[in-house]
């Protein structure tokens, strides 16, 4: 079973190079991805958040926003609704996938206990997972992904070729 997680410096193209190798794998006829993604939301140039996307249905929220409530991480407002109606139910209901994506275990995702528990649902199945793993986290589930994956660091050499890496790694196990 593998299980490849990616982490680097903020802003490096982490979940770039893991939305590539899952697009390069969702050409494969029949197979199934599921999980979640996230994406900075901007205006004007401007980082004003994230938002969170269920890869199996296409349902899209808010993980994180400068406005709003919410538990705080920086400057942004961790949006625990949504990360609980999207995010743990996409990695719920990803157990019929053939690879579940977890963009991103972070700080913002750590502060919901739902979504934690549907990460450590996932880590317990026997399902292919790609993840995004914060690089300085100190969580218990960031330091069991680091234990139980391989962890593949992302910098400006390698992260153009890494997406074509990574999904030949999942091919090959199929």
Known sequence: MLRIAVTGSPGIG??????????????????????????????EGQREGFSI??????????LGSVRGSGPRVGKYHVNLEDLEKIG????????????IVI???????????????AVEVVLESDKPVLAVLHRSS?????????????????????????PEKIANRFREMG
């Open 14 to 43: 982490k979940s770039t190079v893991v939305a590539k190798a899952a697009e390069k794998l969702a050409d494969q006829p029949g197979f199934k991805i599921g999980g979640i993604q996230t994406a900075e939301i901007r205006k």
């Open 103 to 117: 963009d991103e275990v972070g700080p913002m995702e750590l502060k919901s206990e739902a979504f934690v528990s």
């Open 138 to 162: 100190i969580h218990r589930l960031a330091q069991r992904m680091r234990k139980e994956f391989e962890v593949l660091m992302v910098d400006e050499e390698n992260r153009d070729e890494l």
């Open 53 to 62: 996307r269920d890869l199996a249905t296409g349902k899209t929220g808010v």
């Open 88 to 99: 743990a139910n996409a990695l719920r209901s990803a157990m019929d996938c053939d690879l």
